[in-house]
Every structure is written in structure tokens, then in C-alpha cells.
């Protein structure tokens, strides 16, 4: 089965610094998607960021970008420039096909940006 | 642009009442994704459906049902209720042509079990 590990239940940055939130995975699959996504506490989830398992190129979303290193099974998001809005729960997400298109989670971690 | 919509968004239920949540994908989407979210915890898969057939199923006990209807709506059926099923209930949809794996998701429904 695949597993999703944040190895980081908290972490705080401050105002317009970079922050670095890791994620590693398990599959065996060669084939996947994996997104990082943000809970602010309205507990909205909403999509931040989405990488394809076959692109070498790391996905970029204005201030937010990742590095995927495949062979590691390791999805990290940074972000730069951090910004009061950016203070929430993050989860980093997998996805296949041939786990019928689920999403399975780590287990969040939680941003906190202080001014 | 229309977004997943969720109701209720929050009901409060006894021990052993029954629950029953709707969830309205974004139009032309044809899959639908139900997740439960404990305090605390991350999205737990529960059952999705694909053009109104069971696609997959998750860690979804025996006292929840839920289907999709021919207007692409789902009903989350929840009965016998316990007090661990106090929880935020996601529904999600995603298309098939927009993209593997993205799914969109609705507002939650939070409940309450007493």
C-alpha cells in the first residue's frame, strides 16, 4: 500500500522568508500524481500545487514551488517570501490509477508565519 | 466558477441516529470522492463513484452506505451512529479530461455526534 510521510508536525517562518515543508512516499508504482495541500482553519481544502510522476521539471505556482526527486521518493514545498495568508495545515497528497485515483495523505503540517 | 457544494455544513446527531449528507460535484464532473476527517487527523478515503458506479472503496464502515444519482449528486448515508463518527466529511469530484488525480473539494460537512 502506498504511504505518505510529513516527518515535520509543525514548523514557523517568519514574515517574507522561505520555508521548506518535507514529504517522502512509498510505492511501487512508476506512474503517480502528488499534491501539496492547504487547510487554513475554515478547514477548506484547497490545491496549492500538483506534480506529475513522469515530469523531470518541478512544478512552479508563483511563490510556490517544489522539488521532486523521484528516485528519493521525497516531494518538498517551498515557499518564498511567506506571507501571513500562508499560515495553515499543509498536507502533501499521492495519487495512481491503479489505487482507483484516491487520494492518501500524510499527516499535515502545521505552518504557523509570525509578522 | 461553480465550486462543490456541501450541505449541510453542520448537523449535530445523537448515538444511534442516522445522517445523511449531499454532496453536488462541479457540473460536468463525473467522479465523485468521499473523505472523513477526524480532529486532528488527515482526509481518510472513504468510497467513490464514476459515472454513478462504485469506483473504489476505502476504510468505509459497514453502517455508511452511498450512491450517485443520474444528476451526478451523492448522498453519504450514516446510520448507528457512534461517537468516533464525529468527524469533517470532505466530498470531492474531478473529471476525467481535467487532470489524474485532481480533485476538487467541497466546503465539508462537520459532524457532531452526541
Known amino acids: 500500500a502506498q504511504t505518505v510521510t510529513q516527518s515535520q508536525p509543525e514548523m514557523s517562518v517568519q514574515e517574507a522568508e522561505t520555508v521548506t515543508l518535507s514529504c517522502t512516499y512509498d510505492?511501487?508504482?512508476?506512474?503517480?500524481?502528488l499534491f501539496w495541500y492547504k487547510q487554513p482553519p475554515s478547514r477548506q481544502m484547497i490545491l496549492v500545487i500538483r506534480q506529475e510522476a513522469y515530469k523531470q521539471q518541478n512544478a512552479t505556482e508563483n511563490r510556490f514551488s517544489v522539488n521532486f526527486q523521484k528516485a528519493a521518493k521525497s516531494f518538498s514545498l517551498k515557499i518564498s517570501d511567506s506571507q501571513l495568508g500562508d499560515a495553515a495545515m499543509y498536507f502533501c497528497?499521492?495519487?495512481?490509477?491503479?489505487?482507483?485515483?484516491?487520494?492518501?495523505f500524510g499527516e499535515g503540517t502545521q505552518l504557523t508565519v509570525n509578522p | 466558477a461553480a465550486g462543490v457544494i456541501q450541505s449541510p455544513r453542520h448537523l449535530i446527531k445523537e448515538k444511534r441516529e442516522t445522517a445523511t449528507l449531499k454532496c453536488y460535484p462541479i457540473p460536468r464532473h463525473d467522479t465523485v470522492y468521499w473523505y472523513q476527517q477526524g480532529p486532528g487527523q488527515d482526509p481518510q478515503f472513504l468510497i467513490s463513484?464514476?459515472?454513478?458506479?462504485?469506483?473504489d472503496k476505502g476504510s468505509i464502515p459497514d453502517r455508511f452506505s452511498a450512491q450517485q444519482f443520474s444528476d451526478y449528486h451523492s448522498e453519504l448515508n450514516m446510520s448507528s451512529l457512534e461517537l468516533g463518527d464525529s468527524a469533517l466529511y470532505f466530498c470531492?469530484?474531478?473529471?476525467?479530461?481535467?487532470?489524474?488525480?485532481?480533485?476538487?473539494f467541497g466546503p465539508g460537512t462537520r459532524l457532531t455526534v452526541l
Open positions: 497528497a499521492y495519487t495512481a490509477e491503479t489505487s482507483g485515483s484516491r487520494l492518501t
Open positions: 470531492a469530484s474531478s473529471c476525467l479530461f481535467a487532470g489524474m488525480g485532481e480533485q476538487f
Open positions: 463513484f464514476y459515472e454513478k458506479m462504485q469506483s
Open positions: 510505492t511501487s508504482e512508476s506512474d503517480y500524481y
